[in-house]
């Protein structure tokens, strides 16, 4: 085997294999390290491809028993079978799994398969399933070893009872009670899946309010709908302690106040309190690469370490812990190691959490424009007043548009309502063109559409939308 690259990548996942793949088009020789079994990493193996498998699928099972006869399409008998679903979600990260090898092949990348640490500047040890050490030499090294569950002090998670996000995406039967413990992106998805399939769904926040950092509109929106469907939330609580008894936990918590405190029993708790870098193993400390407080390994604006050969990428880094995140940092990297002007616009990075109805988000809120005492205005518009939310019987949720005062260049947009996650790339491409509301005012929007309400939004900026 070929012991010696241009660029060995440590980490097959969004970040990693799209850096490979851009490196081999541009002439590198490359090589890409990874422990898993299949490449992917966390996103498509254990997180957002089989998670929307699971959030689709289950949105189909709940249309199927609860809408479809008030809709004129008479159903009976409606079962749900959790293994076949399960099976489901498995074959499609199967698949698309073998597409990134396959993708390996097409474009001639090395696939390493073991752990791989950094033992110089120049080399990369991987050690095999075997435990066997090979050494590989090579001019420039990518970490993109993503990211790993973060719990809460105390809290053992055995991804049996008490799981991360792993294991809720495993479960072999229906949890009578679901306590998760965060009401970020992927407590609430998680908690969207089960609560459709039968689950009793209970959401412990430590904040006042849900999903963290979004705009307040879209916060207060989206409690609200998720509520209505059912979830339970305990919001300014802290869990002190949660343990096992006869195969079910024991869930303590308090306000933050510590006035009122609770116990609950449950079947399984899913602790989703956030992600932390994964960089253990790979010799860092000991060859010199600083990380942060937060454990994130300090690169400069060219994505370098210390070592200029020596390059980090993705939920090693700082920023949102995004696959499309890692993704445009693998390119840019990519680039830039070819000589070529390699960028990252992290100001036009949307954000999408995939319940019912979804959470679309891209640049600034209200709340940062206001602290950095920027002068904005805003334009809102329901899909309520959307034709085909309306024909859809999708009508939860809005569209707004934040844009300058001064310029009308578009500073932020926020949406939640079906199909928002995909809605929300046209405001992205918009705000990377540095487009003003009027720009997206006088496009002409396909009728009936969704995203008419995103024209209608950006009229609202200056009070004159057409059909609200």
Same mark, same amino acid.
């Given at each position: 085997?070929?012991?010696?690259?241009?660029?060995?990548?440590?980490?097959?996942?969004?970040?990693?294999?799209?850096?490979?793949?851009?490196?081999?088009?541009?002439?590198?020789?490359?090589?890409?390290?990874?422990?898993?079994?299949?490449?992917?990493?966390?996103?498509?193996?254990?997180?957002?491809?089989?998670?929307?498998?699971?959030?689709?699928?289950?949105?189909?099972?709940?249309?199927?028993?609860?809408?479809?006869?008030?809709?004129?399409?008479?159903?009976?008998?409606?079962?749900?079978?959790?293994?076949? %679903?399960?099976?489901?979600?498995?074959?499609?990260? !199967?698949?698309?799994? @073998?597409?990134?090898?396959?993708? +390996? =092949?097409? #474009?001639?990348?090395?696939?390493?398969?073991?752990?791989?640490?950094?033992?110089?500047?120049?080399?990369?040890?991987?050690?095999?399933?075997?435990?066997?050490?090979?050494?590989?030499?090579?001019?420039?090294?990518?970490?993109?070893?993503?990211?790993?569950?973060?719990?809460?002090?105390?809290?053992?998670?055995?991804?049996?009872?008490?799981?991360?996000?792993?294991?809720?995406?495993?479960?072999?039967?229906?949890?009578?009670?679901?306590?998760?413990?965060?009401?970020?992106?992927?407590?609430?998805?998680?908690?969207?899946?089960?609560?459709?399939?039968?689950?009793?769904?209970?959401?412990?926040?430590?904040?006042?309010?849900?999903?963290?950092? %979004?705009?307040?509109?879209?916060?207060?929106?989206? !409690?609200?709908?998720? @509520?209505?469907?059912?979830?339970? +939330? =305990?919001? #300014?609580?802290?869990?002190?302690?949660?343990?096992?008894?006869?195969?079910?936990?024991?869930?303590?918590?308090?306000?933050?106040?510590?006035?009122?405190?609770?116990?609950?029993?449950?079947?399984?708790?899913?602790?989703?309190?956030?992600?932390?870098?994964?960089?253990?193993?790979?010799?860092?400390?000991?060859?010199?690469?600083?990380?942060?407080?937060?454990?994130?390994?300090?690169?400069?604006?060219?994505?370098?370490?210390?070592?200029?050969?020596?390059?980090?990428?993705?939920?090693?880094?700082?920023?949102?812990?995004?696959?499309?995140?890692?993704?445009?940092?693998?390119?840019?990297?990519?680039?830039?190691?070819?000589?070529?002007?390699?960028?990252?616009?992290?100001?036009?990075?949307?954000?999408?959490?995939?319940t019912n109805p979804e959470v679309a988000t891209v640049g600034k809120t209200e709340e940062e424009l206001t602290k950095e005492k920027i002068e904005y205005k805003v334009g809102k518009f329901p899909f309520l007043a959307n034709s085909r939310a309306k024909i859809n019987n999708e009508t939860e949720g809005f569209v707004k548009i934040i844009a300058s005062k001064k310029t009308d260049k578009i500073l932020g947009a926020h949406m939640i309502g079906s199909h928002v996650g995909t809605m929300i790339a046209e405001m992205a491409l918009a705000m990377e063109f540095s487009a003003s509301s009027e720009d997206v005012a006088r496009t002409c929007h396909a009728h009936p559409t969704h995203t008419e309400a995103v024209k209608e939004a950006a009229l609202a900026v200056d009070k004159r939308p057409i059909h609200y």
């Open positions: 085997m070929q012991k010696s690259f241009d660029v060995i990548v440590i980490g097959g996942g969004p970040g990693g294999y799209v850096c490979a793949i851009r490196l081999a088009q541009l002439g590198f020789k490359t090589a890409c390290v990874e422990s898993r079994e299949t490449l992917g990493g966390t996103c498509l193996n254990v997180g957002c491809i089989p998670s929307k498998s699971l959030l689709n699928l289950s949105e189909n099972y709940h249309k199927a028993q609860k809408e479809f006869n008030n809709l004129g399409i008479e159903a009976s008998n409606i079962k749900l079978n959790l293994s076949k %679903m399960m099976e489901n979600k498995n074959k499609s990260v !199967l698949m698309l799994t @073998k597409g990134v090898e396959y993708l +390996f =092949k097409k #474009n001639k990348i090395t696939y390493l398969k073991g752990n791989g640490s950094i033992t110089s500047q120049n080399t990369v040890t991987v050690v095999d399933e075997s435990k066997k050490k090979l050494n590989y030499q090579t001019r420039n090294i990518v970490i993109s070893t993503g990211s790993i569950p973060a719990s809460l002090p105390g809290i053992k998670i055995d991804e049996k009872i008490i799981v991360s996000s792993t294991g809720a995406l495993s479960f072999n039967k229906v949890p009578k009670e679901l306590i998760i413990i965060g009401g970020g992106y992927i407590g609430l998805e998680m908690g969207s899946v089960w609560k459709r399939l039968g689950s009793n769904v209970t959401v412990i926040e430590f904040l006042d309010h849900i999903i963290p950092g %979004m705009d307040s509109d879209i916060s207060t929106e989206f !409690l609200k709908i998720l @509520k209505k469907q059912g979830i339970n +939330f =305990k919001l #300014n609580s802290k869990v002190t302690a949660v343990s096992v008894a006869k195969d079910q936990a024991v869930v303590d918590f308090a306000d933050k106040e510590k006035t009122i405190r609770t116990r609950l029993h449950t079947d399984k708790v899913l602790v989703a309190v956030g992600r932390k870098p994964n960089t253990e193993g790979l010799n860092l400390t000991k060859i010199g690469v600083k990380k942060d407080i937060q454990g994130r390994i300090m690169v400069n604006k060219k994505f370098q370490t210390k070592f200029e050969n020596i390059y980090a990428i993705g939920d090693v880094i700082p920023g949102p812990m995004l696959a499309h995140k890692a993704e445009y940092e693998g390119i840019a990297v990519a680039e830039i190691i070819a000589g070529q002007a390699g960028h990252v616009n992290y100001e036009v990075i949307p954000a999408v959490i995939y």
